[in-house]
């Protein structure tokens, strides 16, 4: 199997096109493009977070420690996004206070009392 680039195939998995050589998976170029969805397709497994634990827990990923892993993960994304909002909000109020010269938010001059 030759993919888009020209470049030797890993595997012949791949489902590829006469014409173009590329692989007809999806948008990809490539089915090394999409290891996840790769994965998933060639053993049957649900797109979620739990079927990446499937070698671990085996069959349990349908029950509820798969949805344990779900809401872990969905728990896990939201407490990452909200930590990365807050250390960017600090970094924008302390370059702003630099440039303008007023005392930023965080500060302990800031804060009245």
Do not use: K
């Amino acid at each position: 199997m030759v993919t888009q680039g020209g470049q030797q195939g890993r595997s012949t998995r791949c489902v590829t096109s006469s014409s173009t050589g590329a692989c007809t998976r999806g948008r990809y170029t490539s089915c090394w493009d999409c290891p996840w969805g790769t994965y998933a397709s060639e053993r049957g497994l649900p797109l979620r977070p739990a079927a990446g634990l499937y070698l671990l827990i085996g069959d349990r990923i349908y029950g509820s420690v798969g949805n344990l892993v779900v809401i872990l993960a969905v728990f896990g994304t939201l407490f990452g996004l909200a930590t990365s909002l807050g250390l960017g909000a600090q970094q924008v109020d302390a370059g702003l206070s630099e440039v303008f010269g007023h005392a930023d938010a965080w500060s302990p001059s800031a804060r009245p009392g």
